[in-house]
């Protein structure tokens, strides 16, 4: 069986149908672009087909390039690459030409694309080729070109053939954030040409092709006289145009994700020249992407690697746990944002508070965030009344029987989630899997308080619920297998990724992100400009500073977090000049963003305006500032020094775990590939070098783990890689 097949009719249209076997969602293989460009040769030899239809056997056309292939690619070199890149060229363009006289533009055969849904990447950039793109009316289906989103950018000619069709400031979405678009969106932007009805899909993609004339076929850029829309480079407008673009791709990626300056120099210098010139410019910008280790490190974690994750990986092998009916205790913000997903994603919810009106509330804030979705055309009428009728608010702890998961997300005290525990096991059946919702209480001696510890676990969901894709499942030391698997599935369920670790202090995600504040404010105390400490963190990728991270979590709840780690340590305590910072922020009432004072100034409206000048009274700018190097390297070796600690002691037993959920968790550089990536992009050596000297500057918590270190002198890294074994 072949990927691509290709039927022709009475009516003398060749229809290919790509229908790869075995897999639920069309993507691209070498072989299947072999395939492809030979059934296209046939068709076009054929002097009995009039046309060709390229449609789809599945209900969605692709969903792109094979990932796996593209990261496979590196191995072959930059040149392998790039004859790679210009032979997929060589085939769209042949489909584009269609046997046309290259000299008059005439004698061609019509090519249409039907796509039946959600068509991505290499699953438009084939359809850009196409003569005409016909879209059935699926709302359901999303269209674009996602390719940024995981370190590359469109490199099968849909960047430039996107741009000479739209201009570059319209296609500027589409390219640079990979916005995705349903049918009838597609079409007003002018990416499809024609949506129609389902039924009628086929239909009318054959009716074109017999009664397209010539003209029909010739695509704008390739017509005598084309001008780009939106005005060339060159051109006063075109000039504002790529000032502008310029100024937003390096605002936004602050330099740090080398597809998005690629991407926008392949579409200037290709703009520059005739198509097919064009073509290897994007193609050479392509390699050099390609070749970089970050874009190997991205696909690798926010796509294989999260993929394997959300498949099940490492989960136990148990009978199916799917969730048919959640309890939730607590209806705070957290428990009300727990209720929400699983109703959203069709799970029967009982929400419990400590009042019928306080559950009620829990159950407003679903409805508020269905209104929001209303507002958008996200959410329609019906569903709003479906996803509401599976949350039952109530106070009465009766109602949880029949209930085969409880998440409790009460307040972080052991005493108070002892009696909710205890509340619970009295009314649930005996196989009922208890969740703990905690950021920071060990899932061990929470566990105490059950009649049954083995099926007893930790589920950390991050705030906000509805928006983090994260949830960090803790397993303790009496936890069984079954637990962890219904924890899994239910997560799977609410369609998030899924992290496993054994149960430590902090877990796995606080345990990183928390020295990383304390380091920012380590610098703060110490003289460190604020202001380097927080634009040298956003260079190196972090979304936030480490000062205003804290601004967004609270400063109160950094204090609550402070004390129970000094009680629990004792004279072991480490950050007593990192709480001395945050104990007298508290003092002065400087609580955060929800007060509207913090380490940051902030408008009535709760709008950050700039880092509060009263920092440098009490913590005076030292006259010699580091080097920006050196404050990048504090910041973040203060998180990937903890992630490998947290591998040697067993808290963390899978790197793709370790990396996929720095990302997704507290937004870790992505273009790095997260911590491991990061340490193998910049070697074990020269890793082990940077901790020296921080070592010797600033003491032992910057000390190479012994781990890091073995591989240091066997040159060994994380991942396998061209030069180096992995560990």
């Not at 490199?155 to 589409?174: C, E, N, Q, S």
């Not at 990416?191 to 129609?196: A, F, G, L, P, R």
């Not at 020295?515 to 260079?539: D, F, S």
């Not at 009263?614 to 580091?626: D, I």
Request: net charge neutral; charged share 20%; proline share 5%.
């Amino acid at each position: 069986m072949t990927d691509f097949t290709s039927t022709t009719d009475s009516d003398g249209v060749a229809v290919i149908t790509w229908d790869v076997p075995g897999k639920s969602m069309n993507v691209m293989s070498m072989e299947g672009f072999a395939t492809l460009n030979a059934l296209v040769d046939a068709a076009l030899a054929d002097p009995g087909v009039k046309g060709i239809v390229i449609t789809s056997g599945k209900k969605d056309f692709a969903g792109g390039m094979d990932l796996n292939i593209i990261a496979g690619m590196r191995a072959g070199g930059a040149q392998a690459i790039f004859d790679g890149v210009m032979n997929m060229h060589g085939i769209l363009r042949k489909i584009e030409r269609a046997g046309m006289d290259p000299k008059t533009l005439k004698g061609g055969k019509p090519i249409a694309a039907a796509l039946p849904g959600t068509a991505l990447g290499i699953g438009l950039e084939l359809p850009l080729s196409c003569h005409r793109i016909f879209a059935a009316d699926n709302p359901k289906a999303k269209i674009g070109l996602p390719e940024i989103m995981v370190g590359i950018f469109p490199g099968a000619g849909g960047t430039t053939r996107l741009v000479r069709k739209m201009g570059a400031m319209i296609a500027a979405p589409f390219l640079l954030e990979g916005k995705l678009s349903d049918p009838k969106k597609a079409k007003a932007a002018g990416i499809v040409d024609e949506v129609v009805a389902p039924e009628e899909l086929l239909a009318r993609a054959k009716d074109w092709v017999l009664n397209a004339t010539d003209a029909d076929l010739v695509k704008p850029w390739d017509a005598k006289g084309y001008k780009m829309p939106g005005g060339a480079p060159y051109s006063a407008q075109g000039f504002m145009t790529f000032v502008g673009a310029s100024a937003m791709v390096n605002g936004k990626t602050q330099g740090v994700y080398p597809a998005a300056k690629a991407l926008l120099s392949a579409v200037y210098e290709g703009a520059l020249v005739p198509f097919d010139t064009a073509l290897k410019i994007e193609a050479r910008q392509f390699t050099s992407v390609l070749i970089n280790p970050s874009a190997t490190a991205m696909i690798r974690s926010l796509f294989i690697n999260k993929e394997a994750l959300e498949k099940g990986a490492n989960r136990p092998q148990v009978p199916d746990q799917k969730v048919a009916r959640l309890g939730v205790i607590g209806a705070g913000m957290m428990g009300a944002g727990i209720a929400y997903v699983a109703a959203n994603a069709g799970i029967g919810v009982v929400l419990i508070d400590a009042t019928p009106e306080a559950a009620e509330r829990g159950r407003a804030h679903s409805e508020s965030l269905l209104d929001k979705g209303m507002k958008r055309g996200k959410v329609t009428a019906e569903k709003k009344a479906e996803v509401l009728g599976r949350i039952t608010a109530t106070a009465d702890y009766a109602a949880l029987a029949g209930c085969d998961l409880i998440v409790e997300a009460v307040f972080e005290d052991p005493k108070v989630k002892a009696e909710v525990t205890a509340k619970v096991e009295a009314v649930v059946g005996a196989d009922c899997i208890f969740a703990t919702n905690t950021s920071t209480l060990p899932i061990t001696s929470l566990a105490k308080a059950s009649q049954r510890p083995e099926q007893f676990i930790g589920i950390h969901f991050f705030s906000p619920v509805d928006k983090m894709m994260l949830v960090e499942i803790i397993r303790g030391k009496a936890t069984g297998d079954r637990a962890v698997a219904k924890a899994l599935d239910f997560v799977r369920q609410i369609r998030k990724t899924p992290i496993v670790v054994n149960d430590a202090r902090f877990f796995y995600a606080n345990r990183c992100i928390i020295p990383y504040i304390n380091e920012g404010i380590r610098m703060l105390a110490e003289g460190v400009e604020p202001a380097l400490v927080e634009n040298a963190a956003k260079l190196v990728g972090m979304p936030l500073g480490p000062l205003q991270l804290v601004d967004e979590t609270s400063i109160d709840l950094g204090v609550k977090i402070a004390k129970a780690t000094k009680a629990a340590m004792g004279e072991a305590y480490p950050d007593g000049a990192v709480d001395e910072v945050i104990f007298w922020m508290a003092d002065q009432g400087r609580m955060g963003r929800k007060a509207n004072a913090g380490f940051y100034t902030y408008s009535d409206k709760g709008e950050r305006l700039g880092l509060w000048d009263g920092l440098e009274a009490r913590y005076p700018v030292a006259e010699a500032q580091p080097d920006l190097a050196e404050v990048q390297h504090r910041l973040l070796m203060a998180q990937v020094l903890e992630a490998v600690r947290a591998l040697e002691e067993g808290v963390l037993t899978d790197i793709r775990e370790g990396d996929v959920g720095a990302i997704l968790g507290w937004g870790f550089a992505p273009w790095s590939g997260g911590p491991f990536g990061w340490l193998d992009i910049l070697g074990a050596a020269r890793a082990v070098e940077i901790c020296d000297g921080l070592t010797e500057r600033f003491g032992a918590r910057f000390t190479a783990p012994k781990l890091l270190r073995d591989m240091a002198g066997k040159g060994q890294s994380f991942y396998p890689g061209p030069t180096a074994q992995a560990a």
